[in-house]
């Protein structure tokens, strides 16, 4: 066999065991978005698409393919689905996937947080500073805000992977008309137009506005 074959062969040999290990990776991740207790199967079947990809096509996990950077390690273990593409390269598809699970990492963090402050709550009942448990309890209503909103922003990026999936991605759901691509590089997860992302902002302050009044006559 002459080098250059050597080579070719050695070149395919890597890229088949790295191809290993980042299905394996993959796989695991799918379990662990399987567990999440919130509606991600647009992220399920984006993971299962990336994973046939990765077996069935002949990309060079590692490389992004649009500049040919070699991927860090550190990345491609935290992000095992963005095998090809650097992070300034991205696919609106990879970039909602790498939201996605950056925002249900946060929220399993968060809400691990709100359970042991709840537990130690309960147990320094009666015990602590009255001021230090209206503090506490004040934090956890902060905590279970920003988690309430968190689950929010994992099912619009659920659904903007589904969209891509359905061929409707960047449509708005209230005109029909697209959603400038400038603004779709900035909140990939958005489904409205700045029209009427506009008007439902002005709809939903006039309703706290109303509410608030109706609240100060009740008093």
Sequence with gaps: MNPEARMVKSEEAMFKGIKVGIHRLIKKFRQHVCRFNADVTGLQKSLIEADKRLQFSDVKPGFCAECGTGLSLT?????PFIFDRCL????MEQRLQKLLYDAIRDY??????????F????????????????????DNELTILQTTKAVQ??????????????????????CGENIPEARLMIRPQEN????????????????????TRNRARAK
């Design 153 to 174: 922003y994992i099912r619009d990026c659920n659904q903007a992977l589904l969209n891509i999936a359905k061929g409707e991605f960047g449509i708005c759901v209230e």
């Design 88 to 91: 300034g390269h991205l696919t």
């Design 108 to 117: 399993e963090q968060r809400r691990e947080n709100l359970i042991k402050n």
């Design 192 to 211: 409205l137009c700045v029209a009427c992302k506009t008007g439902h902002e002005k709809l939903v302050k006039m309703a706290g506005g109303y509410n």
């Design 119 to 138: 537990k130690s709550e309960r147990r320094s009942l009666g015990a602590s500073d009255p001021a230090d448990s209206t503090e506490s309890h004040a």
């Design 75 to 79: 990345f491609m273990q935290d992000y």
